[in-house]
């Protein structure tokens, strides 16, 4: 069972910057696709960004495009979410979430992930 653990979150005021993680204890995420997804209150849950396990490619919501950026550590087992010009409405628990990489399968944005984070609170406010 791959145990995922979001951090970073928290207050900022429009147009800052955080960087959320997403981390496991004792195994890689490079083979893992990984799927940052959001859930503001009253709303769906929805994907912002991912990267694949096969060969690395990120995908991006086209609301979150040129702000947000997703990377991988190996070294400390993690994937980060930068997240930059942030608006009011990036406002939302941050999850992410992971699934097998499989060859020539490419990340998506929709759910179909497997394992689950806890979130971490974005809140975005001047």
């Known amino acids: 069972q791959l145990q995922l653990v979001e951090s970073g979150g928290g207050l900022v005021q429009p147009g800052g910057s955080l960087r959320l993680s997403c981390a496991a204890s004792r195994v890689t995420l490079d083979y893992y696709d990984i799927g940052w997804f959001r859930q503001a209150p009253g709303k769906e849950r929805e994907g912002v960004s991912c990267?694949?396990?096969?060969?690395?490619?990120?995908k991006y919501a086209d609301s979150v495009k040129g702000r947000f950026a997703v990377s991988r550590d190996s070294a400390q087992r993690a994937v980060y979410l930068r997240v930059n010009s942030l608006k009011p409405e990036d406002t939302a628990v941050y999850y992410c979430a992971a699934r097998p990489g499989r060859l020539f399968r490419l990340c998506e944005l929709s759910l179909d992930y497997d394992y689950w984070g806890q979130g971490t609170q974005v809140t975005v406010s001047s």
């Open positions: 990267i694949s396990g096969s060969d690395g490619s990120t």
